[in-house]
């Protein structure tokens, strides 16, 4: 069985900086994509940034010079560097990783964790 967890979160100051960690793992043969996905309360899900095995990224233009998402392929690891936060970028944190397992090819998710940017 395939498990995404996450880490990291919580309570930064506008302005501040967070790194989320997001790592698969169980019967993983590989990691294709794996990609960030925010929440914002009474919102609907949307897409932060994408990263392709090779190291291709892809950005909600939201984040664009702000955020930056990578990979260790060696630990089926995902980061997500977030600096210069705003309030807008309040939301809840979901990890999405293509994985092919003993299951085959399939998407997970992670349990998703709160970031909240305050002062």
């Known amino acids: 069985q395939v498990h995404l967890v996450e880490s990291g979160g919580g309570l930064v100051q506008p302005g501040g900086s967070q790194r989320l960690s997001c790592a698969a793992s169980?019967?993983?043969?590989?990691?294709?994509?794996m990609g960030w996905y925010r929440q914002p309360p009474g919102k609907s899900r949307e897409q932060v940034a994408g990263?392709?095995?090779?190291?291709?990224?892809t950005y909600a233009d939201s984040v664009k010079r702000r955020f930056t998402i990578s990979r260790d392929n060696a630990k089926n690891t995902a980061y997500l560097q977030m600096n210069s936060l705003k309030a807008e970028d309040t939301a809840v944190y979901f990890c999405?990783?293509?994985?092919?397992?003993?299951?085959?090819?399939?998407?997970?998710w992670g349990q998703g964790i709160e970031v909240t940017v305050s002062s």
């Open positions: 990263i392709t095995y090779g190291g291709g990224t």
């Open positions: 169980g019967n993983v043969f590989s990691v294709e994509i």
């Open positions: 999405n990783a293509r994985i092919v397992s003993d299951d085959g090819l399939a998407d997970y």
